[in-house]
């Protein structure tokens, strides 16, 4: 697809109101990030996926890390150091069809998946990753425990964080971060520390 979708996205979104990043849609409205694109290493599906901004605020917050809120929409997607969110909607399209029918079939998604505020309101992050296929659960383990700090449940989030400190959790992946609170060592250097031990940090800090 390559160019050829994302030239094809551009005139079929015009107007929409939804910004286009190479074969992504996406927009900010009400609090949330959303994003429509093909699925990543899947031919012939499209997903919906949405995510409290405060999400990725959070997450940038604990990995001390500044700068991230000014960019755009897309990055919240894309980017390395944001918290990654399943898909609540994902379609089958026919992989054969052409550019501007697959773009057609994105803009109408992202159209009418704005409208099903069940699906995106307030959901469910467990029920959401286990409903979303194929089902990658050890993708949502740093979501998770910033989804419970934002509701406020300090005692999964850290549950959480010391499951996975422990090895108890399959994680295959972490984002890691200079602890820029921590003393310096004689070097004048600090410490890199794992997203897991910088939550639990970032709550008795804070």
Known sequence: MGDALSN??????????WSIKQDMLSKQNEGYAFSVHPRRGALGCIEFRAKPIVWDTTLWSILQIEGNEAKPVSFRFSGAFTCDCPALIQEAVDDLKTNPETAEKMVELSSRALE?????????LSKAAEREQPQQLYRYHITHVVDQICRGDHQSAQQICTAALNGDLDLRHTLYSTDKLAPTRPDGSRESRSFFKLAQLWMDRF
């Not at 099903?116 to 469910?124: A, E, L, S, T, V």
């Open 116 to 124: 099903k505020r069940n699906i995106w309101q307030g959901y469910d």
């Open 8 to 17: 094809a996205l551009r005139k079929a979104a015009k107007g929409s109101g």
